[in-house]
Each structure stands twice: as structure tokens, then as C-alpha cells.
């Protein structure tokens, strides 16, 4: 059996100990255990921060942005802080994998972050991403289905590294899919 304690605590821009995220976290679970929990979090971070190409910064960062707004890798900081922060395990799934645009000038193809908690004694996937703000250009993600439709290659971790979150702000910085994405998101509004 896989010790669960390493996917309780904080890591690298997934702040779990942040005063302000264990507030969040009680908040949105109210007395809400387990499943019930885990979807009030994933449904909150969905609808209440929109998705945007924006840098990495991390979970604490993103309650500072005001509108709140992120892109895949921070909904899932975001998401994974808060539902460490009331004892859900929880940890990133980092993949090369096919989404399901709704736009034909969107390549199918990219980088993604989501994420995956331990309920029932299994991992459930949990996607924190697309939601009300990008329906016109993603479906709504809807807990424990995947929002993607082929994988390439994927990676399960309890953090992100420095090194990783470097290279994905490069490319949120300078990819063609990146500035595909934004002038979707500025069309859509």
C-alpha cells in the first residue's frame, strides 16, 4: 500500500499550509465528506476561476488575482492546495494527450495538468479546468471523466519541479498553441 501522507502535504506552488487556502478549503466542504468534498472543491475552482494563459505562479497566488483566472497547471496548484488543506490525498497528472476543442483553429494536441484523488481506495480524476468561462471553446469538465481524448505519454507526481514549471511558463509564453488559445479565450468573451 502507497503511504497516502506524501499526497497531504504542501509542495512546490501547491500551498495546503496557507492560512488563506485552509480557510477557502473548509468554506467550499462545509461538512461535506469524502466524493461530496472532493467535487464541491473541484466544481468550485471549475466555475469560480477562469482559465487563462497566464504564468504559473501558484495556489496562494491565484486568490491574490482578482478576477480570479489560471491557466490548466494553477486550477490544478489551486485545487490540489485545497483539497490537501481538509486531508484529501491528492496529486498531478501531467500529460501529452489530446483535448477536445470545439474550434477548428485549435490544435487537439497539447500539454496538460490536471489532477487525481484518492477516494474509495482508488485514484478518481478530478479536473479543476474548463468550465462556464470556456465552454465556448471546450466542453465543461465534469468530475471523475477525463477531459481528454488520447494519451501520449503521462506522469503522476506529488509535485511539480522548479524545472517543470520553468519550461511550461516558456512555452505559455511563446508557443503558437498558447497564442491560439488566447485569442480563443479574447473571441469567446
Known sequence: MVDMKKYLKPTYLCESDYPEI???????AKNKKNEDAVKALCLWV???????????????????RKPLKAVCVDKT???IALCRAVGIPSRYILLDCDLKPKRKDMPPRTRHA???VFLNNKWIIADPDFGKTTQKIMPINEFGKPCWSKVYSIKRVKGLSIFFVMIANLFLRFSKTSKILKRAIEESK
Open 46 to 64: 471549475r466555475d469560480n476561476v477562469s482559465w487563462d494563459v497566464l504564468k504559473i505562479e501558484g495556489a496562494k497566488s491565484i486568490l491574490k
Open 22 to 28: 485552509i480557510k477557502l478549503a473548509k468554506k467550499i
Open 114 to 116: 490536471s489532477a487525481e
Open 77 to 79: 496548484n489551486l485545487f
